[in-house]
């Protein structure tokens, strides 16, 4: 729509669906809420009432506009959540009305209410508070499957992990931790390798720099790692890959080299190298009850005390653009949450399909409007509400014209 004719209207979180959307992708302030209107859940799905969701890097990606695109497709911001079931559909067994559940859907979780599949949501143990949840499911089950499913860790394991401050680095580094393994992560940032060495981790060096392959190299004897969990592009990727021993498993978690295309040489896997690439919100349809799996173990073991709830940055999500800016700034630790409120009012933009078509100040003219289809047309108009309308003929009207315009006034 354009500006003019953008209507908003005043809802209430605690019964209307609002979702969050950014109107000029790469205006970050340009995000607002957009008014949608809350459907039953089909079979196999449910609806949840969002209590609070997070910030994942390609929500960076979007706001800023540089999300892959397809065509067709629109992604939206918020693949995880966590809140209280509303409605469950037919078929549905694992969850039903009031169950406090986390998980992941594709149909953006900035929202006041989400539609789910019941195999990408999980009912929450008992211990796990509903209010951080929604920090665990994308990064955790990407942390797992990347290193349980794929790399098959264990306790003899030397494995590096990226960005290890971060959302996924926090989980991955306990889940090897609690594997086992000995432990290697880069940091981008003083603060963010002081916060590492906090976690006790021993080995920690500078994901900005190149040096972190050859220090390594240095530090276990010229062996290298067994793991490495990337998220670095370019030159730093190649790096790493180099950085493995005999065996080795690289798995990618990052998009930028995917989606570029980025030429690989083959020479490092002389040494019975495997590579993985992992992206979550494809496995949601690719292999849906692999996802539940997942969810079912983070959760599980994180209510056991096996894992830790990551560290949390709270924002209201009325404040989502100030979040947006810290995590894209790499300005956090841990993983930034969007607080969603059921109470007070608030405005949203009506989609255009809400939106009148005909204005009630605008003027409109039809040719030929005394005959009997510009007649019509008039009449059709009139009951839009239009404002104005101008009939052009090359002849007066006639007696049953007369009554029609009549009948429109």
Same mark, same amino acid.
């Given at each position: 729509?354009?500006?003019?004719?953008?209507?908003?209207?005043?809802?209430?979180?605690?019964?209307?669906?609002?979702?969050?959307?950014?109107?000029?992708?790469?205006?970050?302030?340009?995000?607002?809420?957009?008014?949608?209107?809350?459907?039953?859940?089909?079979?196999?799905?449910?609806?949840?009432?969002?209590?609070?969701?997070?910030?994942?890097?390609?929500?960076?990606?979007?706001?800023?506009?540089?999300?892959?695109?397809?065509?067709?497709?629109?992604?939206?911001?918020?693949?995880?959540?966590?809140?209280?079931?509303?409605?469950?559909?037919?078929?549905?067994?694992?969850?039903?009305?009031?169950?406090?559940?986390?998980?992941?859907?594709?149909?953006?979780?900035?929202?006041?209410?989400?539609?789910?599949?019941?195999?990408?949501?999980?009912?929450?143990?008992?211990?796990?508070?509903?209010?951080?949840?929604?920090?665990?499911?994308?990064?955790?089950?990407?942390?797992?499957?990347?290193?349980?499913?794929?790399?098959?860790?264990?306790?003899?394991?030397?494995?590096?992990?990226?960005?290890?401050?971060?959302?996924?680095?926090?989980?991955?580094?306990?889940?090897?931790?609690?594997?086992?393994?000995?432990?290697?992560?880069?940091?981008?940032?003083?603060?963010?390798?002081?916060?590492?060495?906090?976690?006790?981790?021993?080995?920690?060096?500078?994901?900005?720099?190149?040096?972190?392959?050859?220090?390594?190299?240095?530090?276990?004897?010229?062996? !290298?790692?067994?793991?490495?969990?990337?998220? &670095?592009? #370019?030159? *730093?990727?190649?790096? +790493?890959?180099? /950085? %493995?021993?005999?065996?080795?498993?690289?798995?990618?978690?990052?998009?930028?080299?995917?989606?570029?295309?980025?030429?690989?040489?083959?020479?490092?896997?002389?040494?019975?190298?495997?590579?993985?690439?992992?992206?979550?919100?494809?496995?949601?349809?690719?292999?849906?009850?692999?996802?539940?799996?997942?969810?079912?173990?983070?959760?599980?073991?994180?209510?056991?005390?096996?894992?830790?709830?990551?560290?949390?940055?709270?924002?209201?999500? !009325?404040?989502?653009?100030?979040?947006?800016? &810290?995590? #894209?700034? *790499?300005?956090?630790? +841990?993983?930034? /949450? %969007?607080?969603?409120?059921?109470?007070?009012?608030?405005?949203?933009?009506?989609?255009?399909?809400?939106?009148?078509?005909?204005?009630?100040?605008?003027?409109?003219?039809?040719?030929?409007?005394?005959?009997?289809?510009?007649?019509?047309?008039?009449?059709?108009?009139?009951?839009?509400?239009?404002?104005?309308?101008?009939?052009?003929?090359?002849?007066?009207?006639?007696?049953?014209?007369?009554?029609?315009?009549?009948?429109?006034?």
């Amino acid at each position: 729509l354009r500006a003019e004719d953008r209507r908003s209207t005043v809802l209430d979180p605690a019964s209307d669906g609002m979702r969050l959307e950014v109107r000029s992708p790469g205006d970050v302030e340009s995000l607002e809420f957009n008014a949608f209107t809350r459907v039953p859940p089909g079979p196999g799905q449910i609806e949840v009432s969002v209590t609070a969701s997070s910030i994942n890097f390609a929500d960076v990606l979007v706001a800023f506009g540089r999300y892959p695109s397809f065509d067709g497709y629109k992604q939206q911001l918020g693949l995880d959540f966590a809140g209280v079931v509303t409605a469950v559909g037919p078929g549905v067994t694992e969850h039903k009305v009031g169950d406090e559940v986390a998980g992941i859907s594709a149909n953006g979780c900035w929202s006041t209410f989400v539609l789910c599949d019941e195999r990408h949501a999980v009912t929450l143990p008992s211990g796990v508070p509903l209010q951080e949840a929604a920090a665990v499911p994308a990064v955790a089950a990407t942390a797992w499957y990347s290193l349980h499913d794929l790399a098959r860790i264990s306790p003899t394991d030397k494995v590096l992990i990226h960005s290890g401050s971060g959302g996924v680095g926090h989980a991955a580094i306990a889940i090897a931790r609690a594997a086992g393994c000995e432990i290697f992560a880069t940091a981008g940032s003083p603060e963010r390798r002081q916060v590492l060495h906090d976690m006790g981790i021993e080995h920690v060096y500078d994901s900005r720099s190149l040096d972190f392959a050859d220090e390594i190299r240095r530090d276990t004897g010229g062996y !290298g790692v067994d793991v490495v969990l990337n998220s &670095l592009p #370019g030159a *730093a990727q190649r790096a +790493g890959l180099e /950085l %493995l021993a005999f065996g080795g498993r690289f798995v990618e978690i990052g998009k930028r080299d995917i989606y570029g295309d980025t030429r690989l040489g083959l020479f490092p896997f002389r040494k019975n190298l495997s590579l993985y690439a992992v992206d979550l919100a494809l496995l949601t349809h690719s292999h849906p009850e692999t996802v539940r799996r997942l969810l079912t173990t983070v959760y599980q073991q994180i209510a056991d005390g096996v894992l830790p709830l990551p560290p949390t940055t709270h924002f209201p999500i !009325g404040e989502a653009a100030a979040a947006v800016r &810290l995590v #894209g700034g *790499a300005g956090h630790t +841990g993983k930034v /949450l %969007l607080d969603v409120s059921h109470h007070g009012q608030s405005t949203a933009v009506l989609p255009p399909e809400q939106v009148a078509v005909f204005r009630p100040d605008g003027s409109y003219i039809i040719t030929g409007g005394l005959g009997g289809l510009g007649l019509y047309l008039a009449g059709k108009l009139a009951e839009a509400g239009c404002g104005r309308i101008v009939l052009t003929s090359r002849s007066a009207p006639n007696a049953e014209a007369e009554a029609a315009i009549a009948k429109m006034r």
